[in-house]
């Protein structure tokens, strides 16, 4: 399902408009985004949590060549599902 598909879900569920589902999920994500860019976790309750995580440096390869190269030490989103999701998708 793509972003589409699913704006076409909830806006027949719910009896809006696409144009306001959109708008709806649109706001949703980057409010989410921005939270956790600052640091915030974002706690959907049976859903999931999306959180900031430091990954640190390391050594990776070169796949062209097979040299050795320093990959840096980074801050990336990550997402832990919960548990009624994971019970669903089991």
């Known amino acids: 399902m793509n972003k589409q598909q699913l ?3 909830i806006a027949s569920e719910t009896n809006m ?9 649109n706001c949703a994500f980057e409010n989410i985004k921005k939270a956790v860019k600052k640091g ?3 706690k959907l309750v049976g859903f999931g949590t999306f959180t900031k995580a430091k990954r640190k ?3 990776g390869r070169n796949p062209q060549t097979g040299k050795a190269i320093k990959i840096p030490a980074a801050w990336a989103p990550k997402f ?9 998708v089991k």
């Open 40 to 42: 915030d976790d974002v």
């Open 17 to 25: 408009s696409k144009a306001q589902t959109e708008n709806l999920l």
């Open 7 to 9: 704006i076409e879900k």
């Open 80 to 88: 832990r599902a919960g548990a009624e999701f994971k019970a669903l």
């Open 57 to 59: 440096a390391r050594t």
